[in-house]
């Protein structure tokens, strides 16, 4: 850091890397929980709906903490947010055993990392609104929410021989681990931002540090300004976010925390057996989500498209080809065409992040935390949702006698969020806009 300091690399894109790397170790943590957790519990029995229960208590945790995590981070910094946050979900991760007998202390435990994590998010988006002038923003967005796709896959990689040679209760360590160094790291190259590594904007010499910077539009509110609460909670560009945001975690969570049981019940086959095939579609969602940032800034800095164009354009093409690929996948009775139709599904649904993610930013500059807050919350729902009502659809199955190896046991799981995606997209063609619409 010290060298790139030297070489006048700009502070802001180590703050981007940094962020990078945030939610690649935050989706190692959830991904790491859901293949320990489902082996520990499937050594000891445990039905599927009490499965569905646990591991959606996280996303009960979330929920709770995101518009509080968007007001936080804009009254007290979007940088402390984010250290508090991580220490607090590693310390418990470091601390709490995994034992699914241990019904109570599971539940706790889940739900407290959701609420710490819950803060993420929102103090991202803060910190990256404070940061990125308009024309990085599609590609810092959207290398940093990469991140999470590549700690899916190298979670998907790396934890299931873990697990076997090591016990579930070793991923719980290697989380912390991650947790604590990131922090570490956090605490001593990130800074609030100065004025000398804005973008340069041509203006009088005598122009305040507030002005520069809403210039240079990389901006936050002042920490005294009254938030716009009934303007946005009651503005149809923003609920075309809120909308989309629900289906891309409806869809994604369900995937994350049930495709696993997928291979080992559906198809009979072992997450260790499958190799580094189970980590494509996470890797593709990392490649597509950056991908359609390079493009989506590609398409408004050379005037091809408007922002609002550009940001429905991706938006489309993402969902509805992630539509057609999750409701093809229950279709396939083989590993090599479950792991196509994933990685479709999800890496097209990473490139649709180019158009309703990037757009907190577009239609709120200054209260971005914000209205990711509210966007995420919607997200977060969504976790619980999908997550739990796919439990209770598949334990309902079971009691209906029907064979969980049966690809029409699991066609409803993967048809709800692809008729989401197709209806999100909808709406989003519809209400959305690239404009600012919040001062």
Known sequence: MTALTRMKFPKRYVIVLLTFICTNVCYIERVGFSIAYTVAADAIGVNQANKGMILSMFYYGYVLSQI????????????????????????ICGLIPLDPKREVILVLSRLFVGVAQGFIFPAIHTVLAQWVPPQERSRSVSLTTSGMYLGAAGGMLF????????????????????????????????????????????????????????????????????????????SLPVWAIVVN?????????????????????GLQLSLQDMGSSKMLPYFNMFIFSNIGGVVADHLITRRIL?????????????????????????????????????????????????????????????????????????????????????????EGAKASNMDLTNSETWKTVFFVPGYLCIFSSIIFLIFSTGEKIFE
């Open 159 to 234: 934890f299931p021989s873990l697990v076997k040679h090591m016990g579930a209760q070793s991923v719980f360590f290697v989380e912390a681990v991650l947790g604590v160094a990131w922090s570490v790291i956090w605490l001593k190259f990130s800074s609030e931002p100065p004025r000398t590594d804005l973008p340069k904007v041509s203006m009088p010499k005598v122009a305040s540090r507030e002005k520069i910077k809403a210039q240079a539009g990389g901006v936050v509110a002042p920490r005294t300004v009254k938030i716009p609460w009934r303007r946005i909670i009651f």
């Open 245 to 265: 945001n629900f289906t891309f975690h409806y869809a994604l969570y369900v995937l994350m925390n049930w495709l696993p049981t997928y291979f080992e019940l």
């Open 306 to 394: 408007s922002i609002t164009k550009t940001r429905k354009l991706l938006n489309t093409i993402g969902f509805v080809v992630s539509a057609v690929a999750l409701m093809a996948l229950p279709l396939f009775r083989t590993p090599s065409g479950t792991v196509l139709c994933s990685s479709i599904s999800l890496g097209f649904l990473a490139l649709g992040r180019a158009g309703f993610a990037v757009n907190h930013m577009d239609v709120a500059p200054k209260f971005a935390g914000i209205v990711m807050g509210v966007s995420n919350t919607a997200g977060t729902l969504a976790g619980i949702v999908g997550v739990g009502l796919t439990g209770s659809i598949l």
């Open 68 to 91: 509080p995590g968007g007001w936080a981070a804009q009254r007290i910094g979007g940088r402390r947010v984010l250290l508090l946050s991580f220490v607090l979900w590693s310390l």
